[in-house]
């Protein structure tokens, strides 16, 4: 997270709200009533997750509706000290939120911190929320993915799962000085990743690094399919099951250099009884095994193992 934004770790609760006009209740609730801020994201429910940029402020940019009626930046302050206490006189950074799939983040667009207090601007309606303590600071987690829950002997990685973010802030933690990943906790709590180990006996790594990945569909396979065959690394996450059906995911984390073997993008496999029962791959799952492509639901995890399509 950028350093300006390292104080937003943690779980915010609503407080209060209030309407410069008073044209809405004092204190009616917003849809999102709990934020929780990760790394540089920001999950507002566990479907959405939104990643947070800061951004210089600047009160004409912000609020253009305000400015447009003739509402001065010291005329909000003192509205914002008298209904929370709160001074934007001195805020420097406003936080802005990424588009979201399916704008699931919407209305909400930016939003300020200060001390233990968020403030977040809809159009000219304020919704203050304050630092949640300790006991508090797993609201969103989904059912069964704690950072100690044991899922086929590994520590499970948490859904909803962002795959842009795993490789582009878990990946590089693991890679050795030659480029080649191993198992680490350095991605807690929210990635476990595993690197298949050809000389063990675990059922899971023996079908991660068997499995043929070019016959369930997957294309660029050639320089990793089978992985222990090939001997190169196999990397993979281990998600809560759904009943009896494990879901994990495969990638080809190893850093190729001048172009000597094709990379394999990565898939998802279902497992039923020790065995393999489907592949797919192109999505980022949810904890309602729902898997999502830029905001559109294409696929899901029966209790058969299939991944069925949803268009």
């Not at 209030?18 to 004092?26: K, L, V």
């Not at 919704?127 to 059912?143: D, I, M, Q, R």
Request: net charge positive; proline share 7%.
């Amino acid at each position: 997270m950028n350093s300006r934004a390292a104080g937003l770790e943690g779980t915010w609760k609503f407080q209060r709200s209030a309407d410069y006009f008073g044209r809405t209740p004092i204190n009616q609730k917003p849809k999102i009533l709990t934020i929780i801020v990760r790394a540089d994201d920001v999950r507002l429910s566990d479907q959405c997750v939104a990643r947070v940029n800061p951004e210089k402020y600047y009160f004409s940019d912000v609020f253009q509706p305000m400015t447009k009626q003739g509402i001065t930046d010291k005329q909000l302050d003192r509205f914002l000290t008298k209904q929370f206490k709160f001074d934007l006189s001195n805020t420097r950074i406003v936080y802005l939120l990424s588009p979201t799939p399916a704008n699931c983040a919407g209305p909400m667009m930016e939003f300020f911190a200060v001390d233990d207090k968020i403030l977040v601007p809809i159009g000219v309606t304020f919704y203050l929320y304050t630092k949640a303590g300790p006991e508090n600071a797993s609201a969103l987690t989904p059912a069964g993915s704690s950072d100690t829950t044991s899922v086929m002997g590994y520590k499970a990685s948490r859904l909803p799962i962002s795959v842009e973010r795993y490789l582009e802030k878990c990946a590089p933690k693991i890679l050795d000085a030659k480029g080649r990943p191993r198992t680490s906790d350095k991605c807690a709590p929210d990635f476990f990743p595993y690197v298949a180990d050809p000389s063990s006996n675990d059922p899971i790594m023996k079908l991660v690094g068997n499995h043929d990945y070019a016959k369930g569909g997957q294309e660029y396979t050639s320089g990793f399919s089978p992985p222990f065959k090939l001997k190169v690394p196999a990397t993979f996450l281990v998600f809560p099951s759904m009943k009896n059906v494990g879901l994990i995911r495969v990638d080809d984390l190893e850093v190729v250099r001048n172009e000597s073997r094709d990379v394999m993008s990565g898939v998802y496999l279902s497992i039923i009884d020790g065995k393999i029962i489907d592949q797919m791959f192109g999505c980022d799952f949810g904890p309602d095994y729902v898997c999502v492509s830029e905001g559109r639901k294409v696929a899901k995890l029966t209790e058969s193992g299939k991944f069925q399509k949803l268009y």
